[in-house]
Structure formats: structure tokens, C-alpha cells
């Protein structure tokens, strides 16, 4: 049974970090490209980052580019997201899967919320 825990989200002031990490179960997680997505209420998941299976390949969208980074632990079955300088327009549930999405996959998200 495959299982995608994210955790790391919460609130964080404008200008702050979190770290959010994926747990990955239930298939090969080292075989896969992964990504983490983000959902605003009422909107389609866009994919945020992406990285290759081996991590020698690493993609983001514009709005966070400079800004987070993806990583991943093969050894541990963890994907992360390292996200600086946040902005209220990160607000959002972060989700990860592989790249690209697989719709059995999807985890229950963790939310992330920039306010001051």
C-alpha cells in the first residue's frame, strides 16, 4: 500500500522558512522523479518543484524559484522542500507525489500559512 506522509507545515511570518519533508512507502521510491504541489481553496494543484530520481535534476516553477529548494534522501525514502523567504502567496496546502502525479498517491497534505 503506498503511503505519502508530508509534514514541516505550519504558520511562518513573511521573510520566514519551513522545511517541509515527504515520507515515501509502499513502492520504489528510489526509481521515481518526485515533486511537491501546492492547492489554493477552490484551485487545481500546480506543480512547485520537481527532482529528478537521483537528485541530479532539479525544476521550479517561477514564483518560488530562487526561493525554495527540493531534495531528496534515497537511503531514507524522504523528499524535502527548504522554502526562504516566504511570501503570503505560499499560503496553501503542500502536497507531494512523483512527477508526473500519480492520482492513487496522493497523501493528506500539510498546510502551510504566511502571516504576519
Known amino acids: 500500500q503506498v503511503q505519502l506522509v508530508e509534514s514541516g507545515g505550519g504558520l511562518a511570518k513573511p521573510g520566514g522558512s519551513l522545511r517541509l519533508s515527504c515520507t515515501a512507502s509502499?513502492?520504489?521510491?528510489?526509481?521515481?522523479?518526485m515533486a511537491w504541489y501546492r492547492q489554493y481553496p477552490r484551485k487545481e494543484r500546480e506543480l512547485v518543484a520537481a527532482i529528478t530520481s537521483t537528485g541530479g535534476d532539479r525544476n521550479y516553477r517561477d514564483s518560488v524559484n530562487g526561493r525554495f529548494t527540493i531534495s531528496r534522501d534515497n537511503a531514507k525514502n524522504t523528499v524535502f522542500l527548504q522554502m526562504n523567504s516566504l511570501q503570503p502567496e505560499d499560503t496553501a496546502v503542500y502536497y507531494c507525489?512523483?512527477?508526473?502525479?500519480?492520482?492513487?498517491?496522493w497523501g493528506q497534505g500539510t498546510r502551510v500559512t504566511v502571516s504576519s
Open positions: 509502499g513502492f520504489t521510491f528510489s526509481y521515481y522523479a
Open positions: 507525489n512523483t512527477n508526473p502525479y500519480k492520482n492513487a498517491y
